[in-house]
């Protein structure tokens, strides 16, 4: 076993909050420097692996993106001894060939948020003081990705290897104009939530990976109507056994492999993100 002991966060997006996926659970309310996560955190198992289940929209699906306390729902991860996040995203398709309930995993993003914290480092808590630039490439853990593609192969589950996801802040979708815009920069997916979020766990020395699930195609295809929430959420609770089954499977995948160098890695990577005072 390594020196680092793996506990691996799971945040459920909308309807993937059950937690019946855990065995012996304990819930905790943990408070951060940056606020209040968005629920309790449920602490359990998962073939005898540690996790922690987080509802992003909170357990009533009560919070809207723009409100999700992204940083404190990765600080409280990181507190509660989580190495990796492993999460769920439900997206627009903005691909022909990418229709709804099909699963993707991300390996890129496109951020046009407007209104959200999306750093741990603007001096706002006395611990995490100076100056930080984290690169985001890769975005997501590449040793947690690849571990995700051979669980999907082994459960004979399609899921698109790769694909760029373009957040917008919501809570509106996206105009049509907007819609083919995003489509002509040859990007997949449109969602609400996944900036600031992977940033934030990248910061944080977290391995973080995502899977979306397409629960439409937004509105830029003529021959469609425009997306709407009934649709959303219709697809998604559809579907949401494969990602359930999918992370059931990935989870002691995780477990069993060597972490140590990996999250040194990612760890020096942030400190090397700060500048220092010209000499
Ligand atoms: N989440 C699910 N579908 C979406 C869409 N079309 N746009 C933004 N977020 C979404």
Known sequence: ??????????????????????????????????????????????????CVLLARHGRKHDIMPSKVNYRANIWALKTLGCTHVIASTATGSLQEDIAPGDLVLLDSFVDRTKSRESTFFDNSYSELMGVCHVPMDPAFCPETRQLFLEAASKLGLKMRPTGTCVTIEGPRFSSKAESLLYKSWGIQLVNMTMVPEVCLAKEAGLCYAAVAMATDYDCWRDKEGSVCVSEVLATFKQNVAKVTKLFKEVVPMIGGHEWDSTIDDLKSLVSSGFMSAPQ
């Open 1 to 50: 076993m390594g020196k680092h002991k793996v506990k691996v966060g799971i945040i459920g997006g909308s309807g993937l909050n059950d937690p019946d996926i855990l065995e012996g659970r304990i819930e905790h309310k943990v408070s951060t420097p940056f606020g209040e996560p968005s629920d309790c955190l449920i602490e359990g198992k998962i073939s005898g692996v540690s």
